[in-house]
């Protein structure tokens, strides 16, 4: 049985698995793998520890539709809506830019309910704390180690962590990254920010006329959410919740220091903002040193092949754009590349084109090559 590893439990690994899953014509061994200690990636829910209903979204706090990718990933968004993972956002968000034919959506049950979905699609075995530091090329396989635990071997290994975690990775994988892949992977950028989440008990009021607010004018808050209210959850017997994100300029500012120190000033600043909020019965604040990506990889069309047999790929918003519809473009690029195709998972007319969608008829031989050639640089 061949077998498959997936380094990232964000949207695009699990997306990634998922699909793999679903066309793979034989069986196959599914493998995720996450350094963090549960799924979701930028895109992740926490919960209170006196209370698992009640949640805020620390990363993607809902999903932006245009009218192109409505078209185009229409079965993403009519599958997740039609199981109630997703539902339109109806809750004022005030100072949102909306373009004509957009469409908003939330999650009711947190953002990573969307991870939490496809990666039990895929029926991959999925591994937490499993933080990659080498991959090299052994007969013919890849070689994964991590932190601790003995190295395993994997027919083909998709990367989809931030980039520059793909370049801090030692062992052969150093070495055959070319020149000019190198350079595509160092001018990925990223922005930086903090979240920070606040559960309140049961019966609390915050009296405020919106479920969302972002915010022009301060130094450290960017974005504020009553988070229950974004979902139009009201009940007695669930405490609301709340989430900040602060400004990029606070985030890199105070990116290297004690997350307890920028969770204080954080704080400071949302009483002075939203004066008499009551304390807060726990609070999450998390650190996002890759939050979006502000310069993606050039000419890579949603993935970055550096290896072709054994098949080794990145994936991620970073080789496409920084949202919803970017990763899912992004791993069905990495999932149908017709490289996948050497271990016989997935036939080559899974291949896409350059927007992310099956070609009408399979393009001529020397067309593919050139093709081919300008995604793995």
Known sequence: MARVLIVGAGLTGSLCAALLRKEAPRPV??????????SGGR??????????????DLGAQYITCTPHYAKQHQSFY????????LKPLT???EGMVMKEG????????????????????????VCFRHCVTQINLRNGKWEVSKETGPPEQFDIVVLTMPVPQILQ???????????CQRRQLESVSYSSRYALGLFYEAGTKIDVPWAGQYITSNPCIRFISIDNKKRNIESSEIGPSLVVHTTVPFGVTHLDHCTEDAQELIFQQLEAFLPG???????????????QVTEAAANAHGQLTLH??????????????????????SARGSAYHPHASVTHLLPVTGWLDRNGSPPSKPAPCRQRKRELHAISG
Request: with cysteine.
């Open 29 to 38: 061994h599914l493998a995720v793998w996450d350094e963090a200690g549960d």
């Open 43 to 56: 895109m992740s829910t926490a919960r209170s520890p006196y209370n698992p209903q009640s949640t805020v």
């Open 78 to 85: 009519d599958d997740l809506l039609a199981l109630g993972i």
């Open 91 to 93: 809750a004022p968000i």
């Open 102 to 125: 957009d469409c908003n959506f939330m999650a009711p049950q947190g953002i990573s309910s969307i991870i939490k979905h496809y990666l039990k699609e895929s029926g991959a075995d």
């Open 169 to 179: 990775l030692q062992g052969d994988i150093a070495n055959l990254i070319s020149e």
């Open 277 to 291: 909020l009551p304390r807060p019965v726990a609070t999450r604040c998390q650190k996002w040193r890759h939050s």
């Open 308 to 329: 072709p047999k054994p098949f080794l790929v990145c994936g991620g918003d970073a080789f496409t754009q920084s949202n919803f519809d970017g990763c899912i473009t």
